[in-house]
């Protein structure tokens, strides 16, 4: 069993979405209260207090698509992964797995989205911050890993869907030492 999600991923999924609608409440609250206590407060500063409401709702609903639908954990067990959300936990063979795709950030990889061919009780889609080697001199550390990974699940879907071919589905005379016509 191997982590293959990023220890760090609190830090992304929650953190910094707190840090982001916290600091934009606390500047909407001063500007609220000074608004009020001013005269014309509502008129002058009521431009600053739509901007304010426009970077909550754009950290909200940013967060909640993007970081707040992130798998906790993801450990790999060489044929299947188990996800975590929460408390809730996932099995995850290779062979529901569709495609494998990273968006990248400068140089490294960010964001590991799984396709699944079946939905499981986190969607169609999960996806995770890899666990990233730093101090790699790879450029793209994160691209090998999904590389790996991808081919990884190939080689498992070809394992297991492998065509197997017996006496009793051969054609008859196609097997050795039958007779033709």
Do not use: H
């Not at 609220?32 to 001013?38: G, P, Y």
């Amino acid at each position: 069993m191997v982590a293959i999600s990023s220890p760090n991923t609190f830090v992304g999924k929650w953190a910094l979405s707190i840090v982001w609608l916290g600091s934009w409440s606390a500047l909407g609250v001063i500007a609220l209260v000074r608004a009020l206590n001013e005269p014309d407060g509502l008129w002058t500063m009521g431009p600053i207090l739509a901007g304010i409401l426009a970077m909550l709702l754009f950290g909200y609903f940013a967060s909640s698509s993007f970081d707040w639908a992130l798998a906790d954990e993801v450990l790999d067990y060489g044929t299947y992964l188990r996800v975590r959300r929460g408390a809730k936990w996932e099995q995850v063979d290779f062979s529901r797995i569709a495609k494998v795709t990273c968006s990248l950030g400068r140089t490294r990889a960010f964001r590991v989205a799984l396709r699944l061919r079946t939905p499981c009780a986190f969607g169609s889609v999960i996806r995770f911050i890899p666990r990233i080697d730093f101090l790699s001199m790879s450029l793209s550390p994160g691209v090998k890993f999904v590389d790996d990974l991808e081919a990884r699940i190939e080689a498992e879907r070809r394992r297991t869907q492998a065509p197997r071919t017996t006496q009793a589905t051969q054609a008859p005379g196609a097997g050795s030492g039958g007779n033709r016509p």
